[in-house]
């Protein structure tokens, strides 16, 4: 056999395999610029004299008195109530426009420990301790008679420009111009400074104990609250060194609020 036809095998397999590492890796390189604009420059106006500060105003500042009843209903039988936890927490407070009423609703957490009894004789009782967790909700309204200016600006009305169309003598309705602006407020919003709980426990509902005519057994009580919340009403508004002519003057004697450098 001639030498030529010895390696004509391995010839063919030689020629089929890639001259270059990265041939086998790159099929078609789809590399390109898609889109490419250059920008014009957009003009802007600097107002010569802006604010200095943007910084959280006091509105108002008020402590509401919240008076709630409730029925609470114990996982099982106690003998005594021996502590009661509590924390308020609020889900609403909102100020509703220029009315000067807030809206607060809200929860008191409770975290009720009470005696239980698992057995008893002629002169003890024996149980555990355990506890109960429940949110107790309230909600108001209260009215505020004296507060700060609210910095509110309401959008103006849309300007509409209408042309007339010879053809059907009346309002063409294919052209039509538009002008209309927008003012984002401020949202007046609350912090809880303080809350203050005086509460009355009454149990109704009770079976007495025979050997023990004092103690009684109960799963039931109504609890009588009076609730006591300081709130503060905030606002983020723009501070000036000075009076700007748009801004509301205050009614109340208290004048002295703007920062000065």
């Known amino acids: ?50 604010p200095h500060y943007k910084v959280p105003v006091v509105i108002a500042e008020f402590t509401v008195q919240i008076d709630n009843e409730s029925k609470i209903k114990l996982c099982e039988q106690a003998i005594e109530i021996k502590r009661i936890r509590k924390n ?69 009305v849309t300007e509409e420009i209408i042309y007339f169309d010879e053809k059907s003598m009346g309002r063409n309705m294919k052209e039509t111009e538009l002008h209309s602006e927008e003012y984002f407020n401020e949202r007046v919003y609350c912090e809880l400074v303080h809350a203050s709980i005086h509460e009355a426990d009454i149990v109704k509902e009770c079976e007495k104990i025979n050997s023990m005519p004092v103690e009684v057994m109960f799963q039931e009580f109504i609890e009588k609250e009076v609730i006591c919340l300081t709130i503060k009403l905030l606002q983020n508004q723009q501070i000036y060194d000075y009076q700007p002519t748009k801004y509301p003057e205050c009614d109340c004697k208290d004048k002295e609020y703007y920062y000065k450098e």
């Not at 975290?111 to 309230?138: L, Q, R, W």
């Open 1 to 50: 056999m001639d030498y030529k036809e010895m390696n004509k095998g391995n010839n063919d397999y030689n020629n089929s395999q890639p001259t270059d590492k990265h041939e086998s890796k790159c099929k078609e390189c789809e590399a390109k610029v898609i889109e490419s604009s250059t920008l014009g420059d957009c003009p802007n106006t600097c107002h010569p004299k802006f």
């Open 88 to 156: 308020v927490f609020l889900t609403q407070c909102r100020l509703i426009g220029k009315t000067g009423k807030v809206f607060i609703s809200g929860f008191v957490r409770k975290n009720i420990e009470y005696a239980t009894m698992d057995c008893y004789n002629n002169s003890g009782i024996c149980g555990d301790i355990k506890h109960t967790t429940v949110h107790v909700p309230f909600q108001c309204v209260t009215e505020l008679k004296n507060m700060r200016p609210v910095n509110i600006q309401a959008n103006p």
